[in-house]
Structures are given as structure tokens and as C-alpha cells.
Nanobody, 124 residues
Framework: QVQLVESGGGLVQVGGSLRLSCAASGRTFSTVAMGWFRQAPGKEREFVASIRWTGRTTYYADSVNGRFTISRDNAKDTVYLQMNNLKPEDTAVYSC?????????????????WGQGTQVTVSS
């Protein structure tokens, strides 16, 4: 099993920044990639970004590309999501996920383990 704990959410004004962290523990060696998803009230969960534990490959949703950056610290088994120029439509619960075999990075069914999520609220 892999346990994921997110942190770093909060309330921020439009145009502000936040950095989310996701610390993984347990059988992290069984995973090949990590991803961030978000879910706003009344909406479906949507892909935000993902990154493999090795190499430089990253994936972003069009809605965040150029504003958000996903990165990792392999020594700490931690993945980060730097969010800049935040907009009200970025308001959601952000969850990290770990994948054992990243077939389709943008699909939540590609991920095997999930964190509890952290709330991000962007006020206008």
C-alpha cells in the first residue's frame, strides 16, 4: 500500500500563488508516477498535472498549463504543485494520486492510490 498526504492548501486572492505538497509513504517503489487532480463543488474530478518518478516527462491540463508547475523530490518521496496566477475557477479540493502503471496520465482510473485532498479557495 501507498499512503499519500497533501498539504499547502488555503485561501488566496486572485493572482496569488500556493504550493501544494504530497508526501508519499509505504510501498512507493511500486509506483511510477504521481498526479494531481481537483474537484470543484458540483463538478466532476478533473486532471491537473502528473509527473513520473524518473525522467523529465510531465503532463498538464490545458487550463493550468503555463500557470502550474509539478515537480518532485525523489529523496523525500514528495511531489509538489506550484500554482501561480490563481483564478477563481481554480477553487477546488486538490488530491494527489499515485500510479503503478501510468497508461493514460490524464485519466483518474490510471491511478491506484489517492490522498484525502486539500482545499484551495481563490477569492476575487
Amino acid at each position: 500500500q501507498v499512503q499519500l498526504v497533501e498539504s499547502g492548501g488555503g485561501l488566496v486572492q486572485v493572482g496569488g500563488s500556493l504550493r501544494l505538497s504530497c508526501a508519499a509513504s509505504g510501498r512507493t517503489f511500486s509506483t511510477v508516477a504521481m498526479g494531481w487532480f481537483r474537484q470543484a463543488p458540483g463538478k466532476e474530478r478533473e486532471f491537473v498535472a502528473s509527473i513520473r518518478w524518473t525522467g523529465r516527462t510531465t503532463y498538464y491540463a490545458d487550463s493550468v498549463n503555463g500557470r502550474f508547475t509539478i515537480s518532485r523530490d525523489n529523496a523525500k518521496d514528495t511531489v509538489y504543485l506550484q500554482m501561480n496566477n490563481l483564478k477563481p475557477e481554480d477553487t477546488a479540493v486538490y488530491s494527489c494520486a499515485a500510479s503503478k502503471a501510468l497508461r493514460v496520465p490524464t485519466m483518474d482510473r490510471s491511478y491506484d492510490y489517492w490522498g484525502q485532498g486539500t482545499q484551495v479557495t481563490v477569492s476575487s
